[in-house]
């Protein structure tokens, strides 16, 4: 469609000009120094993913672990590359991959507008709103963490390619097209779950409506366009599949599960919650309203509630009364892509209960379309001054000018490189005592790595039965082999965590730490050398074998530990050992058994390797002579699993006692 005239006073495009530099300037301030007093270590990932490719050499690192079923395909790190490939892997380099992040999502913007057939100053006006940020959240989620940047912007060049092939004829529509299926290539590559929901079905939504809404059929090259889409969704969906044969990715948030009623309640609060946070819209407790904040809030909280409840249900009835097939088919993309998601976030497990906002971030590509259609809307088709098209101007103006407060960090001085003063302060200090390598909880240990740029490399824990444990969540396995450092390691935990770690029994498998420290409110357990040197399970390539000794605490039905063995004695029939639930990568292995068996007979049990609570067998063998042997399990891995057990069951015909367990990975 052709852009519609708008009679704009002469200053008002200079003006909106001025607004969007202002807003871009507190925008690249906000991501190159303020960020960094905001960093976390889901934001650092993209700077270790980065590390992990250059030091691999693979874009896609067989060991690193992915989460959610999730690849990285063409997404922060790969902002991050051109800068980690040349200066210390730190903030900077974050700062770089996400303006690049940024421009795409602004692109992106861009495009959308302009396939809505947006004026040049309803597009300006659009850019303005985005750059303003909203809020503290919106920030994070657009440009600071940026990850639901680049997937809105992938959804925004998803619909602009394929408006633009519709609206093309010859080369220019299989141009179009191509690029159209490319986006959706990437989109099905990285996540196919996510790709239906988000892209696909919107997409198909957004191609029927118009044609159902006419009633016409679509024509050839529409057929043929959308069979050139299904291919690219199809090709996305191999990749995904090859891709996976040779990498790691847990299951995490696809395994959705329906929750009960009190839950679904629990989640439109939170839902709710998370909205009113993504306009700023939340009143600090206790704040009092007749001061300049709790004015400045409640003016928030009114465009926020209006905006969403009010407003954006005028705006789409309105483009849906103007008959054109680009608003309706945008309000389809929309639309649908926000029932979908708000449906899952309300009914089920999707909707994150550990954070205040209720994992609003997946609502923002259909609200942040809503939000462009709008602004055309109210900037191109004003009509007669009514109280709604005044509260929507209103309303848009308000975010328009909401950077101040978006991009607004505490404690954040104006062009302060550095990092923040306490994370400075406890850098300084592993610094001071030569302590370059270790491991701490997963909030703290990838941030201090990327603020640090480096020169402290703290590896992600977990506090399993008191004992550090790999936390295999946007991580590399690499991380925890005894190769990966030589020399002094520490543990970095901070007093809340103390109550939940047994330095005795680390202690047992590692040595006594050399030295306590303490800094502020963390304590710094330091030894002689590299944990992963001595913890079981932490090496999952298992290159060096990991001896299992029995004992009380093996997991068993029958038997009773005796020194350093377990031992079933004639007649006592059943497990005599299962677990321990081994990590393993893919691959071949050898699972050794240190038996002793006496009595008659040639049925005393069997071994074997399983997985699934005991319902995918690996390998197994029988024990079908007496005296002390050494049973060799061989078994094949096609992915990596967390639950393997090494098991050894006695069928009650004589003594059977289990010396060791042995581990390795196969010889080729």
Same mark, same amino acid.
């Given at each position: 469609?052709?852009?519609?005239?708008?009679?704009?006073?002469?200053?008002?495009?200079?003006?909106?000009?001025?607004?969007?530099?202002?807003?871009?300037?507190?925008?690249?301030?906000?991501?190159?120094?303020?960020?960094?007093?905001?960093?976390?270590?889901?934001?650092?990932?993209?700077?270790?993913?980065?590390?992990?490719?250059?030091?691999?050499?693979?874009?896609?690192?067989?060991?690193?672990?992915?989460?959610?079923?999730?690849?990285?395909?063409?997404?922060?790190?790969?902002?991050?590359?051109?800068?980690?490939?040349?200066?210390? !892997?730190?903030?900077?380099?974050?700062?770089?991959?996400?303006?690049?992040?940024?421009?795409?999502?602004?692109?992106?913007?861009?495009?959308?507008?302009?396939?809505?057939?947006?004026?040049?100053?309803?597009?300006?006006?659009?850019?303005?709103?985005?750059?303003?940020?909203?809020?503290?959240?919106?920030?994070?989620?657009?440009?600071?963490?940026?990850?639901?940047?680049?997937?809105?912007?992938?959804?925004?060049?998803?619909?602009?390619?394929?408006?633009?092939?519709?609206?093309?004829?010859?080369?220019?529509?299989?141009?179009?097209?191509?690029?159209?299926?490319?986006?959706?290539?990437?989109?099905?590559?990285?996540?196919?779950?996510?790709?239906?929901?988000?892209?696909?079905?919107?997409?198909?939504?957004?191609?029927?409506?118009?044609?159902?809404?006419?009633?016409?059929?679509?024509?050839?090259?529409?057929?043929?366009?959308?069979?050139?889409?299904?291919?690219?969704?199809?090709?996305?969906?191999?990749?995904?599949?090859?891709?996976?044969?040779?990498?790691?990715?847990?299951?995490?948030?696809?395994?959705?599960?329906?929750?009960?009623?009190?839950?679904?309640?629990? !989640?439109?609060?939170?839902?709710?919650?998370?909205?009113?946070?993504?306009?700023?819209?939340?009143?600090?407790?206790?704040?009092?309203?007749?001061?300049?904040?709790?004015?400045?809030?409640?003016?928030?909280?009114?465009?926020?509630?209006?905006?969403?409840?009010?407003?954006?249900?005028?705006?789409?009835?309105?483009?849906?009364?103007?008959?054109?097939?680009?608003?309706?088919?945008?309000?389809?993309?929309?639309?649908?892509?926000?029932?979908?998601?708000?449906?899952?976030?309300?009914?089920?497990?999707?909707?994150?209960? !550990?954070?205040?906002?209720?994992?609003?971030?997946?609502?923002?590509?259909?609200?942040?379309?809503?939000?462009?259609?709008?602004?055309?809307?109210?900037?191109?088709?004003?009509?007669?001054?009514?109280?709604?098209?005044?509260?929507?101007?209103?309303?848009?103006?308000?975010?328009?000018?909401?950077?101040?407060?978006?991009?607004?960090?505490?404690?954040?001085?104006?062009?302060?490189?550095?990092?923040?003063?306490?994370?400075?302060?406890?850098?300084?200090?592993?610094?001071?005592?030569?302590?370059?390598?270790?491991?701490?909880?997963?909030?703290?240990?990838?941030?201090?790595?990327?603020?640090?740029?480096?020169?402290?490399?703290?590896?992600?824990?977990?506090?399993?039965?008191?004992?550090?444990?790999?936390?295999?969540?946007?991580?590399?396995?690499?991380?925890?082999?005894?190769?990966?450092?030589?020399?002094?390691?520490?543990?970095?935990?901070?007093?809340?965590?103390?109550?939940?770690?047994?330095?005795?029994?680390?202690?047992?498998?590692?040595?006594?730490?050399?030295?306590?420290?303490?800094?502020?409110?963390?304590?710094?357990?330091?030894?002689?050398?590299?944990?992963?040197?001595?913890?079981?399970?932490?090496?999952?390539?298992?290159?060096?074998?990991?001896?299992?000794?029995?004992?009380?605490?093996?997991?068993?039905?029958?038997?009773?530990?005796?020194?350093?063995?377990?031992?079933?004695?004639?007649?006592?029939?059943?497990?005599?050992?299962?677990?321990?639930?081994?990590?393993?990568?893919?691959?071949?292995?050898?699972?050794?058994?240190?038996?002793?068996?006496?009595?008659?007979?040639?049925?005393?049990?069997?071994?074997?390797?399983?997985?699934?609570?005991?319902?995918?067998?690996?390998?197994?063998?029988?024990?079908?002579?007496?005296?002390?042997?050494?049973?060799?399990?061989?078994?094949?891995?096609?992915?990596?699993?967390?639950?393997?057990?090494?098991?050894?069951?006695?069928?009650?015909?004589?003594?059977?006692?289990?010396?060791?367990?042995?581990?390795?990975?196969?010889?080729?």
């Amino acid at each position: 469609m052709k852009s519609p005239r708008t009679t704009a006073a002469p200053w008002a495009l200079p003006l909106l000009r001025v607004v969007l530099l202002c807003n871009l300037a507190l925008l690249v301030w906000y991501v190159c120094f303020g960020y960094r007093h905001l960093l976390h270590s889901d934001a650092a990932a993209m700077n270790l993913l980065a590390q992990e490719i250059l030091e691999t050499g693979k874009y896609f690192p067989s060991e690193w672990n992915y989460v959610n079923k999730d690849l990285w395909v063409l997404f922060l790190q790969t902002m991050a590359l051109p800068f980690a490939a040349f200066l210390p !892997n730190g903030m900077a380099v974050h700062a770089g991959g996400c303006l690049l992040a940024s421009a795409v999502v602004l692109h992106a913007t861009w495009m959308l507008s302009g396939a809505l057939g947006q004026s040049r100053l309803a597009r300006t006006v659009t850019l303005v709103i985005a750059t303003a940020g909203w809020s503290a959240t919106m920030t994070e989620t657009l440009y600071g963490q940026a990850a639901y940047g680049l997937l809105y912007a992938m959804g925004a060049y998803l619909f602009a390619f394929t408006v633009a092939a519709g609206n093309s004829g010859g080369t220019r529509r299989w141009r179009y097209a191509a690029a159209a299926g490319f986006v959706l290539l990437l989109a099905f590559w990285g996540n196919p779950q996510r790709a239906v929901v988000q892209y696909a079905v919107p997409l198909l939504a957004a191609a029927l409506l118009p044609s159902l809404r006419a009633r016409r059929r679509p024509g050839r090259d529409a057929w043929k366009t959308g069979l050139a889409l299904l291919a690219f969704a199809a090709a996305g969906i191999a990749l995904h599949q090859f891709t996976l044969a040779t990498t790691t990715a847990t299951t995490g948030l696809t395994q959705v599960r329906y929750l009960d009623l009190p839950g679904m309640i629990d !989640n439109a609060g939170r839902t709710l919650r998370g909205l009113l946070m993504l306009f700023d819209a939340v009143p600090r407790v206790g704040s009092v309203p007749t001061t300049a904040y709790g004015i400045g809030v409640a003016a928030r909280l009114v465009g926020a509630l209006a905006l969403t409840f009010v407003i954006l249900p005028w705006a789409i009835r309105r483009a849906w009364n103007t008959r054109e097939p680009v608003l309706a088919a945008l309000l389809a993309f929309s639309l649908s892509a926000l029932a979908i998601t708000l449906f899952l976030m309300l009914t089920s497990s999707l909707s994150d209960p !550990n954070i205040p906002d209720g994992s609003i971030r997946y609502l923002v590509l259909p609200l942040l379309c809503l939000v462009v259609m709008t602004t055309g809307l109210v900037v191109d088709r004003p009509g007669p001054a009514r109280p709604i098209l005044v509260l929507a101007a209103g309303t848009l103006v308000l975010l328009a000018c909401s950077a101040p407060v978006a991009y607004s960090v505490p404690d954040a001085k104006l062009f302060a490189v550095g990092v923040p003063a306490r994370t400075d302060a406890l850098l300084a200090f592993l610094r001071q005592h030569r302590l370059e390598y270790g491991y701490a909880t997963f909030w703290n240990a990838s941030r201090f790595t990327v603020l640090s740029s480096g020169a402290v490399r703290i590896r992600q824990v977990d506090l399993v039965k008191g004992l550090p444990m790999p936390k295999r969540h946007l991580s590399s396995d690499r991380w925890y082999r005894p190769e990966a450092w030589q020399g002094r390691s520490f543990l970095l935990l901070d007093e809340s965590e103390l109550p939940a770690f047994q330095p005795d029994a680390l202690a047992r498998l590692v040595g006594a730490p050399e030295a306590e420290l303490r800094f502020e409110n963390w304590r710094i357990f330091v030894y002689p050398h590299n944990l992963a040197r001595d913890m079981p399970g932490w090496d999952i390539s298992y290159r060096r074998p990991l001896a299992i000794t029995p004992g009380a605490g093996t997991a068993r039905l029958i038997g009773q530990a005796v020194d350093a063995t377990l031992v079933a004695r004639q007649g006592e029939a059943g497990m005599l050992a299962f677990g321990p639930w081994l990590t393993v990568q893919r691959g071949s292995y050898v699972a050794t058994f240190d038996l002793d068996t006496a009595g008659a007979g040639n049925d005393f049990g069997g071994v074997d390797v399983v997985s699934g609570q005991g319902t995918v067998t690996h390998g197994a063998a029988s024990i079908g002579r007496a005296g002390r042997q050494q049973i060799a399990v061989p078994f094949t891995l096609d992915r990596v699993l967390g639950d393997v057990e090494l098991r050894v069951r006695s069928t009650g015909q004589g003594r059977l006692t289990l010396h060791r367990i042995t581990l390795q990975k196969a010889r080729p």
